[in-house]
């Protein structure tokens, strides 16, 4: 009999690994909301046509596509199959994709409610993406992303804001981090100084390999995909500016002179990097010009994080985008956002091990069960505990001790509480504490109290 499994890049998650899991999202969702941020869901499934053609040409070929329900193959002739054109075929056969971020679904809300939404309007949203992708090493074909964004403002106030949220998020989680800045008008700006305006594109995704690959080999990509020797040139000096973030952005206004765009990016950052100063940002934000980012969108600042003490790629990206909203009829909505990449966080937290030792999830005391007087005893213990918020369970039929133990052991239950008719008679329990093995008599106020004095 073959044993059932689960598709390539996706997996499973025990009840330990979903309490870590949840650590993960509830910091998040706490910090967002401190930030004036609300929640929204979009469905898993969105029409085909309000995601092709938004991921550029790489990212539609990685759309999960459904196929139609019923006969879906009824309206392909055989000449169609014969021509073995799957592009042209799909568009009959598959109507509905699986979304591929959250962000182009967040653009179809935005339009299809803005007689609903007051802007500027902040919401964030927590779901599972999928990405027909080759699975490796930090890359699933389902993953989470935590996004947070604010549609309806240009205020590079914005762009703080999702600054001090990766700050507060990271310190929460105990994440050394770098936060990465660069800006679209500073790239743009510079492939018009080099005279390369119309392959902005082939520049960005080269020189945004350069911590992968090395500036030869960014050189050599530039110059496979035509650009200029000359222009190769004077790209050089631009890649290689070091110094603190002001010094780079003085000389970034030498460099850029003749190129408005480019100077008005220098602007933009030079703004944000003096608000981080006036409220103090721990984490370190640094500029980098190599940063590009996927650029089917992206019109202003764009940021990316990375993890200092893992090796693993970014764990948060995001950016400003000007139009996003224009490609469903809404022109000149401006927005900024950034999503935080769950399944890599997990990832890191799990190679450091910075979980916290319990968690809210977690059972804080099992009662052991050794027949019906003994069960009618404690039920109302029980009942009255969780009113006090605390974790409880009954073990379910009486069983030898050790085995109610080795259970309380297995689910790592800090306190088991053992009921005898001694106990009955004093209105008491026995506590024992799992980790020292000390065993007190005790009534419910005290048990309550011992329960949270253990928390804390």
């Known amino acids: 009999m073959q044993q059932p499994s689960i598709p390539k890049g996706t997996r499973d998650f025990s009840p330990e690994e979903m309490a870590k899991r949840n650590y993960i999202f509830d910091t998040i969702k706490r910090v967002f909301q401190l930030f004036g941020f609300r929640q929204i869901e979009t469905p898993a499934i969105e029409n085909l046509s309000t995601l092709m053609g938004k991921y550029g040409e790489e990212g539609d070929k990685l759309l999960f596509k459904i196929l139609n329900s019923g006969d879906f193959a009824g309206s392909v002739d055989a000449a169609e199959w014969n021509a073995q054109n799957s592009n042209k075929i799909t568009t009959k056969i598959a109507e509905k994709g699986l979304r ?29 993406v999928w990405r027909a992708d080759r699975p490796q090493k930090g890359r699933y074909r389902e993953f989470y992303q935590c996004d947070v964004d604010v549609v309806g403002s240009d205020s590079l106030q914005n762009e703080l804001e999702l600054i001090q949220i990766v700050d507060e998020v990271y310190r929460r989680l105990k994440i050394n981090v770098i936060l990465k800045i660069n800006n679209r008008k500073i790239l743009s700006g510079i492939a018009e100084i080099v005279g390369e305006t119309e392959r902005i594109t082939d ?18 990509e530039l110059f496979e995909k035509g650009i200029s020797t000359e222009a190769i040139g004077k790209i050089q000096p631009i890649l290689n500016l070091s110094g603190t973030n002001h010094e780079k952005l003085n000389q970034l206004k030498t460099i850029l002179a003749s190129s408005e765009i480019g100077l008005k990016g220098v602007e933009e950052l030079e703004t944000i990097f003096n608000l981080c100063d006036s409220v103090q940002v721990q984490t370190k ?17 764009i940021f990316e994080v990375k993890a200092l003490d893992v090796e693993i790629g970014s764990i948060t990206g995001g950016g400003r985008y000007d139009n996003l909203t224009g490609v469903f009829g809404m022109p000149g909505v401006s927005g900024v956002g950034i999503s935080f990449g769950a399944d890599r966080i997990y990832d890191v937290l799990n190679q450091l091990n910075l979980y916290p030792e319990t968690s809210e999830e977690q059972t804080q005391i099992l009662f052991v069960s050794f027949g019906e007087k003994e069960l009618a005893f404690c039920l109302p213990w029980a009942k009255e505990l969780r009113k006090l918020g605390i974790n409880v369970e009954i073990y379910p039929e009486p069983a030898k001790m050790k085995k109610q133990m080795s259970y309380a052991d297995s689910k790592k239950i800090p306190f088991v509480a053992i009921v005898g008719e001694t106990e009955m008679n004093e209105s008491k329990v026995m506590l024992k504490d799992m980790k020292s093995g000390e065993q007190k008599l005790l009534g419910l106020d005290d048990v309550y109290k011992s329960l949270t004095l253990k928390e804390e």
Do not use: C, H, S, W
């Open 203 to 220: 520049i960005t995704v080269a020189i945004d390999k350069m911590d992968k690959i090395g500036l030869e080999n960014v050189n050599k």
């Open 285 to 301: 934000v640094e500029l980098d010009l190599t940063l590009a980012r996927g650029l089917n969108y992206y019109t202003g600042a």
């Open 100 to 128: 591929y971020d959250l962000t182009v679904p967040f653009a179809r809300f935005v339009v299809q409610n803005r007689d609903k939404i007051t802007f500027p309007f902040k919401r964030y949203q927590i779901q599972p």
